[in-house]
């Protein structure tokens, strides 16, 4: 019985936490929308790496990394 005591206030203030971050989450914008981000995976990558003002960092080290295997 006693844990209850103790249960019972930490269970209720992990629900106050939760709905508190929900609001939170809704009010900022965090859930305007949730269709684009999961059909996001099926949009090709290819236009984006294709494109010739892409100086990302993945490009310049997949070329350093073939000047390296070039120089052996």
């Known amino acids: 019985m006693s844990a209850l ?5 930490i269970a209720l203030l992990l629900a106050l936490a939760g ?3 929900f609001i939170w989450s809704v009010r ?3 859930m ?4 684009t981000p999961a ?7 290819d236009e984006r790496r294709r494109s010739p003002n892409d100086d990302s960092p ?5 070329a350093r990394a073939n000047e390296g295997a070039e120089s052996r």
């Not at 005591?5 to 206030?9: E, G, N, Q």
């Not at 305007?32 to 269709?35: M, P």
């Not at 059909?39 to 990558?45: H, K, P, Q, S, T």
């Open 5 to 9: 005591y103790i249960a019972l206030p």
């Open 19 to 21: 709905v508190i971050a």
């Open 28 to 30: 900022s914008g965090q």
């Open 32 to 35: 305007d929308d949730l269709e």
């Open 39 to 45: 059909l996001r995976i099926f949009g090709e990558d």
């Open 58 to 62: 993945r490009d310049q080290g997949s």
